[in-house]
């Protein structure tokens, strides 16, 4: 089965809708018009939500450790998360503390990074679309 990779550049003045889709299918041959193709390009100009990957939320972590010491404190957790999106900030750092602390420090070091990416990951925070 031979795979396609589909980028669409609409203006960036017109939000891109149904007719995009439209002019796209009315202009590729009929033998790459499956239905699975054309969902998977609605979906791309819907802009369904894209899960953080691991990375990205490590990058993020890191971003806000304002003091570089390598280690997070519950403060700069909250400013993470409400950087992620989160409703309740406080409550999601109070949570990932209590997940990732494994010395019981009241901080996320280095080493127990991992485990506060695991558990950020599991919570489903995805990539947010620009207004």
Do not use: W
Request: charged residues 20%; without cysteine; hydrophobic residues 35%.
């Amino acid at each position: 089965m031979t795979r396609f990779i589909i980028y669409i550049y609409p203006r960036a003045s017109i939000p891109p809708n149904s007719n995009h889709i439209r002019r796209f299918f009315k202009n590729l041959p009929k033998a790459l018009h499956p239905p699975s193709l054309h969902n998977m390009v609605r979906a791309i100009v819907n802009n369904k939500p894209v899960p953080l990957p691991e990375d990205q939320l490590r990058n993020t972590f890191k971003k806000f450790d304002t003091d570089n010491d390598n280690q997070l404190s519950i403060g700069e957790l909250t400013k993470a998360f409400q950087f992620l999106g989160s409703r309740f900030p406080g409550y999601r750092a109070d949570r990932s503390l209590l997940h990732a602390d494994a010395n019981n420090d009241g901080f996320v070091n280095q080493e127990e990074m991992n485990q506060l990416v695991n558990y950020v990951a599991g919570l489903g925070f995805t990539v947010r679309r620009n207004p």
